[in-house]
């Protein structure tokens, strides 16, 4: 066995766990909530939800480059020798990370301020913003797996 085969594991993991999780917020969770709670237990139930899922995320996050840069240079020499596609997903990379970073550092405090502060409906637009985030980031993330799943040889 190489190394760029514990390399490639770990970095399908970290992708799954990323998209993976923000699939399941989105199109499940997000639903049955609305549908099951009020407003306070379910921006309290959201506010949870990110505290736990955010830690995979950041793993994710380191996991994701340094597996990558490690492939890069296993299978293909450098960033030079790779193909279009890898590079598409180091771009397509830092655009999640700036997502991410925007619900991290701006907008989980804020949520964690309205929640705190008993303010449902501020807690709510909060909410909402950092739904349509994770909608795009969720978008990017599935878009760009069926690029490199695709292997294309433009
Ligand atoms: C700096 C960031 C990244 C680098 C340097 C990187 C690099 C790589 C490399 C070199 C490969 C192997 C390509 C091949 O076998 O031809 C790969 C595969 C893969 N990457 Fe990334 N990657 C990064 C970020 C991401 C992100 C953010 C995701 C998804 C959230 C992702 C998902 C995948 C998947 C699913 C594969 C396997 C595709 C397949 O074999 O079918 N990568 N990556």
Do not use: C
Not at 2 to 13: K, S
Not at 99 to 106: D, G, K, N, T, V
């Amino acid at each position: 066995m190489t190394v760029y085969a514990p390399l490639y594991t770990l970095h399908l993991l970290a992708a799954l766990i990323w998209v993976g999780g923000m699939f399941f917020a989105w199109m499940i969770l997000r639903p049955a909530a609305v549908e099951v709670l009020d407003a306070p237990a379910r921006l309290r139930l959201w506010l949870n939800v990110f505290k736990r899922f955010f830690v995979w995320v950041w793993a994710a996050v380191l996991v994701l480059p340094v597996t990558g840069m490690g492939m890069l240079h296993a299978g293909y020499g450098g960033f030079d020798g790779a193909p279009r596609y890898v590079h598409i997903m180091m771009g397509l990379y830092l655009v999640m990370l700036a997502l991410f970073l925007r619900i991290q550092a701006l907008q989980l405090p804020e949520l964690r301020r309205a929640v705190e502060a008993e303010d449902w409906p501020a807690g709510g637009q909060v909410l909402g913003r950092i739904r349509r985030v994770v909608g795009s980031n969720l978008s990017i993330g599935m878009a760009l797996i069926a690029l490199v799943a695709m292997r294309p040889s433009f």
